[in-house]
């Protein structure tokens, strides 16, 4: 009841700040047109959330909502008539966002960006956020707000049968985990008598330089200066060499998969769920530990099988591993600058940052798509009709801010209780050992990208992905490698570090 009131109260308040809502004839209320991106599985007709959202606003949402594959261009076939909806998600912040907004086709909300209009964006959005829907060019103005999330904390998941088969532990430190890798691939971890398992592959199909394993050695970003101010590419950095040098060690002694250099998109996913690896790290968070538990792959070749969370690692002699992350912001929502209804446009936004409005929007309607929401672990009880309601009617794809205003979780993953407890042991044992460092990336600074075609033009990027592949398979020594670093790439890059030092970029990081 107290929640209910402080809520009824809240939207009071908007309102008399605001301008009265437009009424439409004969006071009918009047309906607000949105462009959305939602999943295939999403249905927008007669959704009960939809029309419990509506009357929580005070008007109704008709909602577009194109196929995620096409979503694109039918955005970018709105764009170009002029013919806009009230709001817009637009799924972009670079090149065509600053044109748009240079055309004159999203309002400008700096203006009302204070308490008098957008309270909740306001007490909500750090500054690091909304430096991602700013536009230099504009003056830095806001045009759209950005849609973030509090995402599962970055963690590296093991065979928790493995490491008990073994007598080892969760490892902690980049020595811990080659330690495990190399036990992995050579001690028959599965039990089988056959020589059939690798530790972990290296997965250059999704990038080698993943933050939970660099966390481990201390290399920064290059956007982020070290304590005397000075910009450092992350290839330039002695802990680089020092994380290529132990993966050099783990491909010589077989702790890694020997022809990782040959791994396509998500192929290392596929060598997990068959029970060929014991260590799955790559674009891997806390609620993954749920879908790979369930996947019904996973299960039939490895019937068996415990899961462990591990956190990114740390370097040795540390108590937690701090992570260089950016803010995460999933796309942004405008409003269109010829809007007949601003005041509820306004109020969408507004809205749009509450825990009730989410909450809704990620959970649904009591009795439709739950039994029953717990608050506290933020998950909701369903019979298997709710869940295919659930399917029908709710997303996370719907949310105007995938976060808590606390910047808490939404939503925990899982539909059972069992797989809520994991992902609640997995949030809270990697979250003690995890330390975010939040950091700007600089890639949309003018001048950057120019450079950045420069050195894929001279194909100095490609030599060095060649060199240090062949480093860590062992073909070339250490010095061909450094040479390369600071005689080609070194200089090559160095614009873009003058770049950081002009805009002082994450100085103060």
């Not at 196929?67 to 709105?78: A, E, H, L, T, W």
């Not at 240079?102 to 909304?130: A, K, Q, S």
């Not at 045009?143 to 493995?162: A, C, E, F, G």
């Not at 040479?483 to 100085?507: G, K, R």
């Amino acid at each position: 009841m107290k929640k209910t009131f402080a809520l009824v109260l809240a939207v009071m308040l908007v309102l008399t700040a605001l301008p009265m809502m437009t009424a439409g004839a004969e006071g009918e209320r009047v309906t607000l047109t949105m462009l959305q991106r939602l999943p295939a599985a999403y249905v927008v007709e007669d959704n009960p959330v939809i029309e419990a959202w509506g009357d929580l606003l005070g008007f109704d949402i008709e909602i577009e909502a194109p196929p995620i594959s096409s979503f694109n261009d039918r955005r970018n076939i709105i764009m170009a008539s002029g013919e806009l909806p009230d709001i817009m998600y637009v799924g972009d912040t670079g090149t065509n966002y600053v044109q748009w907004a240079t055309d004159g086709l999203f309002l400008n909300l700096t203006p009302y960006f204070n308490d008098e209009y957008l309270p909740n964006p306001v007490r909500v959005l750090t500054e690091d956020e909304l430096s991602t829907v700013r536009i230099a060019s504009l003056d830095g103005d806001i045009y759209s707000l950005p849609r973030v999330q509090t995402k599962p904390w970055d963690n590296i998941m093991y065979r928790k049968d493995w490491l008990d088969a073994l007598n080892l532990e969760v490892p902690k430190t980049p020595a811990e985990f080659a330690q495990v890798a190399l036990a992995f691939a050579t001690q028959d971890p599965d039990g089988n008598g056959e020589n059939d398992t690798y530790g972990w592959a290296l997965s250059l199909a999704m990038g080698p330089e993943h933050r939970q394993m660099l966390s481990g050695f201390g290399v920064r970003p290059s956007e982020v200066p070290d304590e005397n101010g000075v910009y450092t590419h992350m290839y330039n950095q002695p802990a680089y060499m020092e994380y290529l040098d132990w993966l050099r060690d783990m491909y010589a002694t077989g702790a890694m998969d020997p022809e990782f250099y040959l791994i396509t998109m998500y192929e290392d996913d596929d060598w997990f769920y068959a029970g060929e690896l014991g260590i799955k790290y790559c674009n891997t968070v806390t609620e993954h530990m749920i879908t790979v538990k369930n996947n019904e792959t996973f299960k039939a070749a490895n019937p068996n099988a415990q899961l462990v969370a591990g956190a990114p690692l740390m370097k040795e002699g540390e108590s937690v591993a701090n992570v260089y992350y950016n803010p995460q912001v999933w796309g942004n929502y405008a409003i269109n600058a010829d809007t007949e209804y601003l005041t509820e446009a306004l109020h969408f936004l507004n809205m749009g940052y509450t825990d009730e409005v989410n909450e809704l929007l990620m959970f649904g309607v009591e009795g439709i798509t739950y039994t029953e929401f717990n608050a506290e672990t933020r998950s909701a009880t369903k019979t298997e009709e709710q869940k295919l309601n659930a399917d029908k009617y709710v997303a996370s794809y719907a949310t105007i801010n995938y976060q808590l205003e606390d910047k808490g979780l939404l939503i925990a993953n899982g539909d059972t209780a069992e797989d809520v407890a994991l992902f609640t042991e997995a949030y809270n044992y990697v979250g003690a050992l995890t330390n975010r460092v939040s950091y700007l990336s600089g890639g949309s600074l003018p001048g950057i990208s120019d450079v950045n075609v420069a050195i894929t033009d001279e194909g100095i990027d490609t030599t060095f992905e060649e060199l240090r592949t062949k480093y860590i398979c062992g073909q070339i020594e250490r010095e061909e490698l450094v040479s390369f670093l600071e005689n080609t790439w070194a200089p090559a890059v160095q614009p873009i570090l003058d770049i950081y030092a002009a805009n002082n970029w994450n100085a103060a990081k």
